[in-house]
Nanobody
Framework: QVQLVESGGGLVQAGGSLRLSCEAS????????MGWFRQAPGKEREFVGG????????TYGDSVKGRFTISGDNAKNTVSLQMNSLKPEDTAVYYC???????????WGQGTQVTVSS
């Protein structure tokens, strides 16, 4: 079992920045990729971005590409999501996820609220 805990959410004005963190614990050896998703009320869960621990490669959803950056710290078992140039449409609950391969996210955090005001 892998436990994921997100932190760093909050309220920010449009154009501002936030940095989310996700700390993993438990059977970390089972994880291969970690990703961020978000979900706004009445909308489907959306892929934000992910990172491959072994290769270091990252991918991003089109809506955040160029504004958000994912990074990992193996020593701390932590991944971060740096969010810049935030827009009101970025408002959502952001979830950290982990799994054994791309597209197979088995473990999820509790989520952290990000609210961007106009």
């Amino acid at each position: 079992q892998v436990q994921l805990v997100e932190s760093g959410g909050g309220l920010v004005q449009a154009g501002g920045s936030l940095r989310l963190s996700c700390e993993a614990s438990g059977r970390i050896f089972s994880t291969y990729v970690m990703g961020w998703f978000r979900q706004a009320p009445g909308k489907e869960r959306e892929f934000v971005g992910g990172i491959n621990w072994k290769s270091g490669s990252t991918t991003y959803g089109d809506s955040v590409k160029g504004r958000f950056t994912i990074s990992g710290d193996n020593a701390k078992n932590t991944v971060s999501l740096q969010m810049n140039s935030l827009k009101p449409e970025d408002t959502a609950v952001y979830y950290c996820a982990a799994g054994g391969r791309w597209g197979s996210y088995e473990f999820w955090g509790q989520g952290t609220q990000v609210t961007v005001s106009s």
